[in-house]
């Protein structure tokens, strides 16, 4: 059974740079049939789609993120990690891993999430 | 703001039917297939519905999924307690790729 986990510090100062990285079990890493996506959850609030990376390192980015969000895979370590630049309070939520079905080579285009990781709360505070 | 609209609460009684509405547009739900996601207090998400009306493994048939246009719909038939929990919608957007409702708190009363 796939098991996800994400590990990482708990509190980032703001400016700075959030790391987290997601651990794959019970599967493998290097499928050609899935992307593996980062989505974060501010508390309270809805669920917002970071970006996905391909065990090639092809990513896909929220828009509205790409410009701070990096997005890495190490196959050798079952592991893929996200990087968030300049961090502020807005930037403080739960941050879950995925496993993610990509098509989007034809219409319609098809992606969903499963399974997801436990999710890691990640607050930015001095 | 979200892409995709949901009432931002239902409610229903044990053994109702209950459906959850989600309004997008033509570069979202218009073109693209729909998933919904069922996240009960506390815990993480879980895929309830993908590809518009396809159930994983594991889910009851009690849950359905619908898309008209540029619109889709989760119906819960025979209502029961442990379904009170947030549902979100989801697409593919054409210009913004992976985008999420709003979120839908439902009551079981």
């Known amino acids: 059974q796939l098991q996800l986990q994400e590990s990482g510090p708990g509190l980032v100062k703001p400016s700075e740079t959030l790391s987290l990285s997601c651990t794959v079990s019970?599967?493998?890493?290097?499928?050609?049939?899935?992307?593996w996506g980062w989505i974060r959850q501010p508390p309270g609030k809805g669920l917002e789609w970071i970006g996905s990376?391909?065990?090639?390192?092809?990513?896909y980015y929220n828009p509205s993120l790409k410009s701070r969000v990096t997005i890495s895979v190490d196959t050798s370590k079952k592991q893929f990690s996200l990087k968030l630049s300049s961090v502020t309070a807005a930037d403080t939520s739960v941050y879950y891993c995925?496993?993610?079905?990509?098509?989007?080579?034809?219409?319609?285009?098809?992606?969903?999430?499963?399974?997801w990781g436990q999710g890691t709360l990640v607050t930015v505070s001095s | 703001q979200s892409v995709l609209t949901q009432p931002p609460s239902a409610s229903g009684t044990p053994g109702q039917r209950v459906t959850i509405s989600c309004s997008g547009s033509?570069?979202?739900?218009?073109?693209?297939?729909v998933n919904w996601y069922q996240q009960l207090p506390g815990t993480a998400p879980k895929l309830l519905i993908y590809s518009n009306n396809q159930r994983p493994s594991g889910v009851p048939d009690r849950f359905s999924g619908s898309k008209s246009g540029t619109s889709a719909s989760l119906a819960i038939s025979g209502l029961q307690s442990e379904d009170e929990a947030d549902y979100y919608c989801?697409?593919?957007?054409?210009?913004?790729?992976?985008?999420f409702g709003g979120g839908t708190k439902l009551t079981v009363l």
């Open positions: 990376i391909y065990y090639t390192g092809s990513t």
């Open positions: 995925a496993r993610h079905k990509v098509i989007i080579a034809a219409t319609p285009r098809s992606h969903w999430f499963d399974p």
């Open positions: 033509n570069s979202n739900i218009g073109s693209n297939t």
């Open positions: 989801a697409t593919w957007d054409d210009s913004l790729n992976g985008v």
């Open positions: 019970g599967g493998s890493i290097s499928s050609s049939s899935y992307y």
